[in-house]
Every structure is written in C-alpha cells, then in structure tokens.
C-alpha cells in the first residue's frame, strides 16, 4: 500500500512542473476492455510473419516473434513494414480507443510532456481525446536510427507553461515502414540505447539532456515500464548522462517482494532519497492518481456543461444520442467532439429545456428515419428504469429486429461515460445489443477513432439516395 504522504508529495512535485513520466508497455491499453496492447502486438506480428504461434513461448512478446522469423531465414525489411503495419491495423481498425489507464492518466493537468518507450499513438489520442475535445493539439517527437534525431519540441519548463498542447516524445522510435525506425526486439533495444547515449553525450538532444541534468531536479516517473533491471540501471544511465550513485542508489527497483519490477510505477529523483517504489499495477496507480489530483484540482474534475446547438429537425443519417438530463455535460463534450470530427449529430434538447413530451416524434425519427443511434450509459441510465431514454432505447430495439444481426454494428452503438459502469455488467441496454461492442468515454471524452469511424459511415451512407433504405445499416 502507498502512503498517503507519498502520493501529496508525488502531486507536490508534478504542481511545481519537475515530474517528466516515462511509460513504457505496462500501462498501453485499448478498448473498453483494456485490452493490453503488447501481447494483441505480438499475436498480430507473429500472423503477419506467418511465424507457427506453436513455435513460440506460451506467452510471447515481439521479442519472441522478430527472433524465431529471423531464425526462419526472414527479412528484416519485411519485419519491418509488418510491424508498421500492425501497428497502423489497431490504430485504423476499430480496435477501440486507448484504455482507462490512459486516460486517466491524460486527465491529470499537470503532466504536459511526455516520454513514452512505445511505437504506437494510443498516448497521443488519449491526450487530444481527453484535453483537446479530439483535436490533433499533441505536438509529437521521435528519436530513431534512421534520420530523425528529433530533440524535444518544448522543455518541459516550456511545456508545463504552455497549455495549448501537449507533447509527447517517442525516445525509442515510432512505427514506421523502415528497418531502425523504432524498437521491435532486444537487438534493436540495444542498438538504440547505445545510439541515444552518444546523442546526449554530443550534445544534439540539447532540451532533454538539460531537462535531465541534476540541476533541473527533474523526478522522472517511469509507469509500465518492462525492463529487467539491468536494462532499467542501463537506461537511466543513459538518461542522466551521470553515475547512477551521483543521483540516488537503484537497488530497490529489484527488491519489491517478489512483484516483478518490469510492472511497477517508480519515481526515480535526485531528491527522492533513492529509488522510490509505488507496488502497484500501473493502470491502478494511473486512476488513482487521476482521482488525487481531481481531489485536489476540483476545476478539473469535469468538462463545463456547454450549450448543445443542432438542427431543429433530424437530419438524413444523422447521430442520434439518447441520453438522461442528468449527464448533459458529459453529452455536452460527446456532441462537440463528434462536431469537430465533422459528423452530424442531433438529440432531443427542446424536451430536456421545456419539459414538452415528443414522444411520437421521437419514436418516428426512430422508427423511420436513417440514423446512427449512440446509447449513452451511465451511472444514471444504471440505476433508473422509467427514464425516458430507455424508451428511446426500446425503440431502437423494436427497429433493429429488421436489421441483419452483422450489421446491427452499425445502427446501434453504446458508449459509457461512468467510469464506475461495468462494461460487462451493464444491465439496463437492450438485450438485442447485448452482444455489440462498448465504447468508453469517461466523462464523455471518446475517442478521435470512434469519431472518425461514425463521420466515415455517414459519409458512406449519404452516397446513397434519400428515398433508398440501405440493406442492414440506418
């Protein structure tokens, strides 16, 4: 158990600007199942190398997959690109945004650089997701072997009191279609470790080694990060440019009573009086320190419940969003992030206003029209049952009995935005949707990929002749 005095003193240290996270695979999820990034990787790797699963460690990793291609006589040119492109296949695919943790940890004010050891963007959709309404507002950096030796775009003095981005720093490369471009396997780990010391040590990395010298007190927090602990020693030598006893002993990463180290959140400072442990899992440790500093910055507990405008009347193939009064600001930055994405989007404001009941109306736009339907669940749809959102439901139901089961997908799509709301124990949706995907939108903050998804179906749709039904979908 962490003390409460080591959490106040972790806050302390990130109102004051000195915390510079590092996350490394630990804490990468997607979805609203949190699904873990790193193994869904290696399962997609190794079927895009054609490497036997059979073959392989019962739970493999990339390192794993690259090794027994290699030893299949493969290309690392090819490895490569396949790489990428599993990759850009999670991004593009409807694999669901990033995870919980991610946002939780987007949500906390005070973080605004990041250094993440992972080749993905779930970081930066988390952040454009949660702080930017899903605008591209995350300026992003890389480091690789090939030629981008990118130094920090902002300091982390700059970025702490710029507020209009974001920034995130890919210290290991990012996914792209070249042999060097990031980390796969152990060779490349290496390869780039020793290549971003002789950067430092030369000077081209100006911003993030005056960030990380000694002076600067900079506490780096390391969250997921999977090295073994030589690896790990290695690293923040690197970092730091500086013998690791100048800063603070790092014996205690290995003695954390058999929890394995590689999945620990530590806070490594030069005041730190060594190597601090938090025993936690990171996604744990990530919404726990959400909700403190939520505690402590009220301000930001919550968007502010803006005006909801759309059209008077509903739109062809318009988003349709049932919701209760009681989460309209939560809908308030739902609506606004589809807007900004381009879709149209239409909800029922004037009954919520004036108290009118439009209970026919309703029910043919429902019924009759083509439109997108978005089911927002919350604590409150949860522990009510005569809301008339669950009308508004029932009637999507009575509807998608003429809508093909595949294709039901892309009529009704529920989105929750309590965190508290059990994807897997929702009780108060349709029984015919039981089976469709969930999305999570904490507080109403969805993801840039389901935005995109919904502006991309109506697109598609409004190709289509009005007076046309198409087969299955809206």
């Not at 000195?18 to 997609?44: K, N, T, Y």
């Not at 279609?177 to 980390?183: F, K, L, N, P, T």
């Not at 744990?284 to 910055?297: C, S, V, Y």
């Not at 008077?312 to 939560?330: G, K, N, T, W």
Request: proline share 4%; with cysteine.
């Amino acid at each position: 158990m962490v003390a409460d005095a080591d959490w106040e003193d972790l806050l302390d240290s990130i109102d004051a600007g000195r915390v510079l996270p590092v996350l490394g695979w630990g804490i990468m999820s997607f979805g609203a199942e949190d699904r873990m990034l790193g193994p869904w990787l290696a399962q997609e790797y190794a079927r895009r190398l054609r490497v036997d699963p059979g073959t392989l460690p019962e739970s493999f990793g990339l390192n794993d997959v690259m090794r027994r291609y290699l030893m299949n006589a493969g290309r690392r040119n090819d490895a490569a690109v396949r790489f990428s492109d599993a990759v850009a296949m999670q991004e593009a695919g409807g694999q669901g945004g990033p995870g919980s943790a991610l946002r939780a940890l987007a949500s906390v004010g005070g973080l605004r650089l990041f250094l993440t050891l992972t080749p993905d963007s779930l970081l930066r959709q988390a952040l454009d997701t949660v702080r930017h309404d899903g605008r591209a507002a995350t300026r992003v950096r890389q480091f690789n072997l090939q030629d981008k030796c990118e130094d920090l775009g902002a300091s982390l003095e700059e970025a702490t009191a710029e507020h209009s981005y974001s920034w995130v720093y890919h210290v290991l490369g990012r996914a792209e279609r070249a042999v060097g471009s990031c980390v796969i396997w152990d060779e490349d780990l290496l390869e780039f470790l020793l290549e971003l010391n002789s950067s430092l040590a030369r000077g081209q990395l100006s911003k993030l080694c005056r960030d990380l010298q000694p002076d600067r007190n900079v506490e780096l927090l390391a969250i997921g990060v999977s090295f073994s602990d030589w690896v790990m020693r290695f690293f923040l030598r690197v970092m730091r440019q500086t013998r690791l006893t100048d800063e603070q002993p790092v014996t205690r990463l290995v003695e954390s009573g058999g929890v394995d180290p590689g999945n620990l959140v530590f806070l490594c400072g030069r005041n730190a009086n060594g190597l601090q442990l938090f025993d936690m899992a990171p996604g744990e440790f990530a919404r726990e320190l959400a909700a403190r500093w939520r505690g402590r910055h009220p301000e930001e507990a919550a968007p502010a419940a803006s005006a909801i405008v759309v059209p008077s009347e509903l739109p062809d193939c318009a988003i349709f969003v049932s919701y209760m009064r009681e989460d309209q600001a939560a809908v308030a930055r739902l609506v606004s992030q589809l807007q900004s994405s381009g879709c149209e989007v239409w909800l029922d404001t004037e009954r919520l206003k004036s108290g009118m009941n439009f209970d026919l109306r309703i029910e043919r736009y429902i019924a009759r029209h083509r439109i997108f339907f978005v089911s927002v669940i919350s604590e409150q749809t949860e522990s009510s049952s005569n809301a008339y959102a669950h009308k508004e439901r029932a009637w999507a139901a009575e509807r998608a009995l003429s809508i093909p089961e595949v294709d039901r997908e892309e009529f009704y799509f529920p989105i929750i935005i309590s965190d508290s709301v059990d994807p897997g124990r929702v009780q108060k949706e349709p029984r015919i949707f039981a089976g469709l995907h969930r999305e999570r939108a904490s507080g109403g903050a969805v993801s840039a990929g389901f935005c995109q998804r919904l502006k991309m179906l109506q697109d598609r749709h409004r190709q289509n002749p009005r007076n046309e039904q198409p087969e299955g979908g809206p």
